[in-house]
């Protein structure tokens, strides 16, 4: 063998040297791996999802828990103060005090002073009338014939809602106003199958300042199981015409259960896909009304986002938390009507995620099955929530799609000035707010606010009107201090004792310019 051909050849102690580095390599690369944990899901607090968390667990290859930390704590309801400083150091399925969107008084509060300013942007809720203080206005809509629907502030699947047509027929029902709201019911709505449905969007907030928010592109379709008739007299005591809710009519005999995912059918409980075909072959446009969807979910986000935001700042404040790795699916409910027009009805925080359903199998027995259907919608509405969750606040805001998910940006549906205002409100609140507590004004801070006013000689005011206005104000919504929407009740007051009624939107900027200069950042 010449010397060319030897110089090219690997010495006994080079090949030896090569094989210990890639042996070396290998052991590095493996105990690399071995340190890579499984994601592990805490289910201690699961309530009727559990099932189908613990199969999205087992198809993840992820690993459940039931004590000691884990990389998602899963609650089945709103946190409590232990387990909120407990579920501070890790992913946790709640975010604090989001919960207070499904009282349907705050939420029609917030969204009726959107309406006051916003009134052609924020056309996207049935007229809606809380309590007493909008006695005069309903009893005034009453006398016109259109039919109401009166429902629990905080109830849930259905309980207490019923119809009215008349002053009588609430004065009849002897409920206690501060627990009710009363609602214009959508006629006529649009119909499929002649059966009246409404729509169970799914919506997910990963952050609540900035707020990111994402729906799902599936969802549920819930119909009545009787036949739509105009609200009359005679048949507004019948639920199963007018009252979409799963929970009241899963009761009724008619109910249909199908397992169909994709294509139109005459299910009781329909995927949106199906939904959207038979939308279709009716002859709307399917792709406008999706818009609609997302645009009217969009401002109802922006109208509540105020409050959301400095209550979970609040929160975070008052437990000496630094951050929450959070995030919370919530139900929207939609109602189209004959035209094609998307109305919000109502958001639910804690949306129901059970994958079964009952039936009766001999009088007075009922069993329980899986439902294909079910688990199909909401297990990738939780996989995909999850995920999106685990990224990092940063990506979570960057990202536009993800799975079944689509990011919603409230730029893209609200008008800038109209965030601007929102964003306006919630600022000059907090500055006026209590150092201690966020979430209320107090008398003597109000009157802070007072000085700043007759200091920059605002017409027509003198600081006893902030002390009439304040009572005034306490009193109508029965509370000792105001709270956001208390607050700009009592804004409103002030503005139109100083400037009247007229261009209340361009008044209040006007009044914000004058305090702002007065709040700390």
């Known amino acids: 063998m010449d010397s060319k051909k030897k110089s090219n050849l690997l010495s006994d102690f080079q090949i030896k040297d090569f094989i210990k580095e890639l042996e070396h390599s290998e052991s590095k690369r493996r105990f690399k791996k071995s340190k890579v944990r499984t994601f592990t899901v805490n289910t201690k607090e699961c309530r009727g999802e559990a099932e189908i968390i613990r199969l999205i667990i087992e198809e993840k290859n992820w690993r459940e828990t039931l004590y000691g930390k884990s990389n998602l704590a899963w609650f089945g309801l709103a946190l409590t103060e232990e387990e909120l400083l407990n579920a501070s150091n890790q992913l946790c399925n709640r975010i604090p005090c989001l919960e207070v969107i499904s009282r349907k008084r705050i939420t029609g509060e917030l969204l009726k002073i959107a309406f006051k300013y916003f009134e052609e942007e924020f056309l996207i809720f049935p007229p809606t009338y809380l309590l007493p203080e909008d006695t005069s206005a309903l009893v005034h809509e009453m006398k016109a014939s259109n039919m109401f629907i009166v429902k629990p502030t905080q109830g849930c699947q259905g309980d207490g809602i019923f119809l009215a047509q008349t002053w009588s027929d609430l004065e009849k029902a002897s409920v206690y106003w501060g627990d009710f709201v009363v609602q214009k019911y959508i006629h006529p709505p649009m119909l499929l199958y002649q059966k009246k449905f409404d729509l169970r969007i799914y919506a997910l907030v990963t952050n609540v300042e900035p707020l990111c928010l994402f729906l799902n592109q599936e969802g549920l379709a819930r119909f009545c199981t009787q036949d739509y008739k105009k609200p009359t007299k005679s048949n507004i005591r019948n639920h199963y ?197 966020l979430t209320v004004v107090s008398k003597s801070r109000f009157r802070r606010m007072g000085r700043v006013l007759c200091d920059k000689k605002v017409p027509g005011l003198v600081m006893a009107d902030f002390d009439i206005i304040y009572g005034k104000v306490a009193r109508k919504f029965d509370i000792s201090n105001l709270d956001f929407v208390a607050f700009i009740s009592a804004l409103e007051e002030i503005i139109k004792k100083s400037y009247g009624t007229e261009n209340l939107h361009s008044k209040t900027l006007k009044v914000f310019k004058l305090l702002e200069r007065n709040i700390k950042n």
């Open 241 to 437: 015409i007018h009252l979409t809710n799963y929970s009241l009519n899963k009761t009724s005999g008619n109910f249909v259960h199908t397992d169909e995912l994709f294509e139109p059918n005459e299910g009781s409980k329909q995927t949106l896909t199906s939904v959207f075909e038979a939308i279709k072959q009716a002859g709307y446009n399917v792709q406008e009304i999706k818009t609609q969807i997302n645009q009217a979910i969009a401002k109802t986000f922006a109208a509540v986002q105020p409050v959301l935001s400095n209550l979970y700042r609040n929160c975070l404040r008052q437990h000496k938390i630094k951050q929450m790795k959070c995030f919370q699916i919530i139900g929207v409910d939609v109602m189209l009507d004959k035209k094609g027009k998307a109305w919000v009805i109502e958001l639910n925080a804690n949306p129901s995620l059970r994958t079964d359903y009952e039936e009766e199998v001999s009088p007075g027995i009922t069993r329980s099955y899986p439902s294909v259907l079910d688990y199909h919608v909401k297990s990738q509405v939780i996989t995909d929530a999850i995920e999106i969750a685990r990224m990092p606040t940063e990506a979570q805001l960057a990202t536009l799609q993800y799975g079944s998910y689509d990011k919603i940006s409230l730029e893209d549906y609200c008008e800038p000035e109209t965030l601007l205002f929102f964003e306006k409100c919630k600022k000059v609140f907090e500055g006026f707010a209590g150092p201690r507590d």
